[in-house]
């Protein structure tokens, strides 16, 4: 795989949904908003899962997810395996994260909204397991079918060994695709947005809810990965910046089934893996480990879901 391209061509279609003053904004910063390297590191051949593609209408699966609340076998099964033993991370095998664009919804202090610079990373009340509510001065609570994410961090080059006291920040779309603090009918909140530190197991978990998809992307969540709670305030700091690709399967059953996501179903059916703007390049190595494996619940219910990010410590 050749080096990322540059932000200004990653972003593509996450630009639809910005106001003319931040795209002015953001083109000034665009330089500024580079992740740092393309990491290149693959799992070996035993390890490596098939590429993700899209779904088009009825080409998915959609009876996992109607009466049980034992899960979905994605078929993308990341290595997110995890016990309880003291300072074991559970991973038999992980890959280095791909470094994706932040996007133009970070506020991670990289840019700005009606000339302000917008950085939740300093707030008080940010640090926190469940981000459905607005934080601090902020008010509101995001709609959505509830998902538990439990989020693993090891480090790569020390056998996937936990990366206690890392640091990881995630954000994402509400169910119509929007982002708090930048949409303009939500800027008024700041949801969907949190911190977490690692523990002993290199593990966090947060409460949240299923992003929606909006034109032109794949269905996402945003994250940073910091080394600290101390270095978790600016962007400059961040040891990674990627995304995570939701279920396919998932995603196409609980858009047909659940009418708050129904602006989701045409944008969806229009887009895939291969041809999203951040995803698309990756190997299959790659969008496997990007994706949350579902451990148990459906779209009435709401899902458990695992993932391992693997970075090069």
């Given at each position: 795989m050749?080096?990322?391209?540059?932000?200004?061509?990653?972003?593509?279609?996450?630009?639809?949904?910005?106001?003319?003053?931040?795209?002015?904004?953001?083109?000034?910063?665009?330089?500024?908003?580079?992740g740092?390297?393309?990491?290149?590191s693959?799992?070996?051949?035993?390890?490596?899962a098939?590429?993700?593609?899209?779904?088009?209408?009825?080409?998915?699966?959609?009876?996992?997810d109607?009466?049980?609340?034992?899960?979905t076998?994605t078929?993308?099964?990341?290595?997110?395996?995890?016990?309880?033993?003291?300072?074991?991370?559970?991973?038999?095998?992980?890959?280095?994260?791909?470094?994706?664009?932040?996007?133009?919804?970070?506020?991670?202090?990289?840019?700005?909204?009606?000339?302000?610079?917008v950085?939740?990373?300093?707030?008080?009340?940010?640090?926190r397991?469940?981000?459905?509510?607005?934080f601090?001065s902020?008010?509101?609570?995001?709609?959505?079918?509830?998902?538990?994410l439990?989020?693993?961090?090891?480090?790569?080059?020390?056998?996937?060994?936990?990366?206690?006291?890392?640091?990881?920040?995630?954000?994402?779309?509400?169910?119509?695709?929007?982002?708090?603090?930048?949409?303009?009918?939500?800027?008024d909140?700041?949801?969907?947005?949190?911190?977490?530190?690692?523990?002993?197991?290199?593990?966090?978990?947060?409460?949240?809810?299923?992003?929606?998809?909006?034109?032109?992307?794949?269905?996402?969540?945003h994250?940073?990965?910091?080394a600290?709670?101390?270095?978790?305030?600016?962007?400059?700091?961040?040891?990674?910046?990627?995304?995570?690709?939701?279920?396919?399967?998932?995603?196409?059953?609980?858009?047909?089934?659940?009418?708050?996501?129904?602006?989701?179903?045409?944008?969806?059916?229009?887009?895939?893996?291969?041809?999203?703007?951040?995803?698309?390049?990756?190997?299959?190595?790659?969008?496997?480990?990007q994706?949350?494996?579902?451990?148990?619940?459906n779209?009435?219910?709401?899902?458990?879901?695992?993932?391992?990010?693997?970075?090069?410590?």
């Amino acid at each position: 795989m050749t080096e990322k391209q540059t932000i200004g061509h990653r972003q593509g279609h996450d630009d639809d949904h910005i106001d003319g003053g931040l795209l002015v904004d953001l083109q000034t910063m665009a330089p500024r908003l580079m992740g740092r390297r393309q990491i290149l590191s693959l799992l070996g051949a035993a390890g490596a899962a098939a590429i993700i593609t899209g779904c088009s209408g009825g080409g998915s699966d959609t009876s996992s997810d109607t009466s049980t609340d034992t899960g979905t076998d994605t078929g993308s099964d990341s290595g997110s395996g995890t016990d309880s033993g003291s300072g074991d991370s559970g991973v038999d095998s992980c890959v280095v994260d791909p470094t994706e664009t932040n996007g133009p919804y970070p506020a991670d202090g990289s840019n700005s909204v009606s000339g302000s610079t917008v950085n939740v990373l300093t707030q008080s009340g940010v640090v926190r397991s469940d981000i459905r509510s607005s934080f601090g001065s902020y008010s509101g609570t995001a709609d959505g079918v509830p998902v538990t994410l439990k989020i693993t961090l090891v480090n790569v080059n020390d056998g996937c060994a936990p990366l206690e006291g890392y640091v990881i920040y995630i954000w994402h779309c509400t169910a119509e695709g929007e982002y708090s603090l930048y949409s303009t009918s939500i800027r008024d909140t700041n949801y969907l947005r949190g911190v977490q530190e690692a523990d002993e197991n290199g593990q966090v978990t947060f409460t949240t809810i299923f992003p929606g998809c909006y034109s032109g992307r794949w269905p996402h969540i945003h994250f940073e990965v910091y080394a600290s709670l101390d270095e978790a305030t600016h962007y400059n700091n961040r040891e990674l910046v990627s995304q995570m690709a939701m279920p396919s399967d998932v995603c196409s059953t609980l858009y047909n089934n659940v009418s708050l996501y129904s602006a989701s179903v045409s944008n969806f059916n229009r887009i895939s893996i291969s041809s999203d703007n951040v995803f698309g390049d990756n190997s299959s190595a790659e969008i496997s480990a990007q994706t949350p494996t579902v451990d148990s619940g459906n779209y009435s219910d709401g899902y458990v879901m695992s993932i391992v990010v693997g970075l090069d410590a």
